[in-house]
């Protein structure tokens, strides 16, 4: 069980500089699940990502994405009227995350170890690009950085050339790993009444999830080889072309599938008994071959003839769907799981995040203006209007 505290009534507290790691605590759910986020960010520039780019309507993509439902407070960490600002924040904090320069948040003494005297159940997660100590501690991390240094680039696109994903899978990485941790670490305190310190590395976030490309060239075997969209190591598995110029995925899994595929999808029965294609490391081998006769079969077939064949076979598919057709996924429709959120440029709509049944058991609150919460967190946290007006001139 949760703790009975995990509710509106408590703080997280989010230091960021870029959106490395901790806005995708947002990503994955934490305020949604009822949990209040006060980002403390810089006054008058705030979050890096709010300036990527402009398209939902002047605003940046990237920030209304990972910021739904989270407070803006601006402040200058490094203003000597910082530290009794923060001292009130953190009285009133479950958790501290930040992703500062690696060392940065311990000189502003905003490490756990300075801070589990005065607060011993605070839980402070660190999120950095490779970890708090090793030769690799001050290097900087961006997504794109880690998803090489972790080989994931390597085992990913053509033959020919090498490819990233096409989403920040290295930042979601070390969000779920931080968002993880501090569950657990909720729950230990819920046992213990201590807090704890946890130090979540991009690197090792995205190690993690390539444990299986990692086992398969175990002890100086070959990696699996790129293979674009299809599957490295099974075939048939991955993109077709159909006959009105769209694309059919397919993927086949064993023995049985390959002999219904054969006779239903392909309408060539004999196929699945050619000693070319009888095994899948010999499909594997051929794949070159064995393609040419499946693009052949489907160039008299639309996609929506494929997928109804496919369907009919029981074999797993799917179409490569652009983003407009996400956006009108009729799945998603009949679902229910998009909903309307504030922001500064007008309602956006917004995904209910997996798992949650309904947008009345989420917190689909507004994405925030930049410092749109600093004078009510202020407020909150014992400063008068005078001492609000004070910091605000002091610049702080």
């Known amino acids: 069980q949760m703790p009975s505290h995990w509710g509106h009534s408590r703080l997280n507290v989010v230091s960021s500089s870029s959106p490395t790691g901790t806005q995708f605590l947002q990503a994955v759910g934490c305020a949604e699940a009822g949990r209040r986020l006060a980002e403390v960010e810089r006054p008058g520039v705030g979050d890096f990502a709010r300036a990527y780019d402009g398209r939902v309507r002047g605003l940046a993509s990237h920030f209304v994405w990972t910021n739904r439902s989270k407070e803006s407070l601006t402040l200058d960490v490094k203003h000597a009227q910082a530290p009794a600002i923060l001292d009130r924040l953190l009285a009133k904090a479950d958790v501290l995350v930040q992703n500062l320069a690696p060392g940065a948040a311990a000189r502003l003494g905003l490490s756990y170890e300075a801070l589990s005297g005065n607060y011993p ?23 794109l950085l880690i998803q090489s240094e972790s080989g994931f680039v390597s085992i990913t696109g053509t033959p020919d050339e090498p490819s990233k994903a096409g989403c920040s899978i290295a930042d979601i990485a070390a969000g779920m790993y931080a968002y993880t941790n501090i569950l657990a670490a909720l729950i230990e305190r819920g046992r213990t009444g201590k807090g704890k310190g946890i130090d979540v590395s991009m690197l090792e976030s995205m190690v993690a999830w390539m444990g299986n490309p990692h086992y398969y060239a175990f002890d100086g075997a070959e990696p699996p080889p790129r293979a674009g969209a299809a599957h490295a190591t099974i075939y048939p598995y991955g993109p077709f072309p159909t006959g009105d110029a769209r694309i059919v995925m397919l993927g086949l899994q064993n023995e049985r599938e390959w002999q219904v595929f054969c006779a239903k999808v392909l309408m060539q029965p004999a196929l699945a008994a050619d000693p070319r294609f009888d095994s899948n490391a010999r499909r594997t081998a051929a794949r070159d071959e064995l ?106």
């Open 121 to 143: 159940r605070l839980i402070v997660c660190d999120i950095s690009g490779y970890g708090a100590d090793g030769p690799y501690r001050d290097k900087k991390a961006y997504d």
């Open 291 to 396: 393609k040419r006769l499946i693009v052949a079969a489907f160039a008299s077939l639309t996609a929506e003839a494929v997928v109804k064949r496919l369907d009919g076979a029981q074999i797993a598919n799917a179409r490569v769907n652009t983003m407009v057709d996400v956006w009108e996924h009729p799945q998603l429709k009949a679902r229910k799981r998009w909903v309307d959120v504030s922001t500064p440029a007008g309602p956006v709509p917004a995904l209910i995040p997996p798992g949650v049944p309904d947008a009345a058991h989420a917190r689909m609150d507004a994405v925030p203006s930049l410092g749109q919460h600093t004078k009510a967190l202020l407020a909150e946290l014992g400063y008068g209007k005078a001492d609000i007006a004070r910091l605000e001139k002091e610049k702080a």
